[in-house]
Nanobody, 123 residues
Framework: QVQLGESGGGMVQAGGSLRLSCAAS????????MGWFRQAPGKEREFVAG????????YYADSVKGRFTTSGDNAKNLVSLQMNSLKPEDTAVYYC????????????????WGQGTQVTVSS
């Protein structure tokens, strides 16, 4: 069993930056793939970014490519999402999620979820 907890959300102006962290407990993340997803009011949850723990490959949605960077710290069992050049359309609740094995962009493939953290970007 893996427990995930996000932190680092908040409110920023457009063009600003935030760094989200996802701490895992219960077991090591070795062998897991991690995903970041977000859900805005009235919209479906969507993939944002992810990292495959086994090979280190990182994946990004087109809407955040070049602005967001995800990274993992194996020693700390921690995954981060650095968000730069934030836009009002990035406003959402952000979730980290974990799944065993191969990476997936589909939220239904993930077994473990954090509680979410709110990110609000004002114009």
């Amino acid at each position: 069993q893996v427990q995930l907890g996000e932190s680092g959300g908040g409110m920023v102006q457009a063009g600003g930056s935030l760094r989200l962290s996802c701490a895992a407990s219960g077991r090591t993340l070795s062998g897991y793939s991690m995903g970041w997803f977000r859900q805005a009011p009235g919209k479906e949850r969507e993939f944002v970014a992810g990292v495959s723990w086994s090979d280190g490959w990182r994946y990004y949605a087109d809407s955040v490519k070049g602005r967001f960077t995800t990274s993992g710290d194996n020693a700390k069992n921690l995954v981060s999402l650095q968000m730069n050049s934030l836009k009002p359309e990035d406003t959402a609740v952000y979730y980290c999620a974990a799944k065993m094995g191969r990476f997936s962009r589909s939220d239904s493939a993930y077994d473990y979820w954090g509680q979410g953290t709110q990110v609000t970007v004002s114009s």
